[in-house]
């Protein structure tokens, strides 16, 4: 059974985002915890979903982190950044959604800053030729994290594989949908 706060927190954010209104119950028994540990960790579903949102936030820093100092070349960059795209997915679909986390002023603040992070390796990458350049920087990093929102969801509910989300995601961002 899981006991490490950060195993409960792995476990609990896919519940969350299938079901935003979750009890601490049905959260601990769809993660497989019992509700003492959860309880234990977590007193209150506000805190958890704070802690959710730390998490989330401080993965995509770190993220965000490796890919602005890697001088390899933007294909490289762009396929690692791809390749950890979970944390951006779930920027989107719980940091930004939840009330518990959206009025934290400093999760919204250190939101907006990823994203402009975000947007800012978007640039890099229209630089580099790899992007396109006739779109907004702003328009490919939306993009770039609805797709990840999308993969995510799609592997959570089983109709992808998780190996599968980052080609999909490279193959959408770098050619669109065109046949």
Known sequence: MRTDAAEVLDSAIPVLAKDRAASMQVIAARAGISRATLVRHFPTRKLLVQAMAEKILDDCDRVLAQAEGDAAPMEQVLAALVAAYTPFAQLWNLVYVDP????????????????????????????????????????????????????????????????????????????????
Do not use: Y
């Not at 770039?144 to 995510?152: I, R, S």
């Not at 959570?156 to 594989?161: A, P, T």
């Open 100 to 179: 518990d986390v959206s009025g934290l002023p400093e999760a919204s603040t250190r939101a907006k800053a990823i994203f402009i992070r975000t947007v800012k390796l978007m640039e890099r990458g229209q630089k580099s030729g790899l992007l396109r350049g006739d779109m907004p920087a702003t328009w490919l990093a939306s993009t770039f994290c609805g797709l990840a929102e999308t993969a995510w969801e799609l592997t959570l509910e089983g109709h992808m594989g998780a190996r599968q989300a980052p080609d999909f995601i490279n193959a959408i961002l770098l050619h669109g949908a065109s046949a």
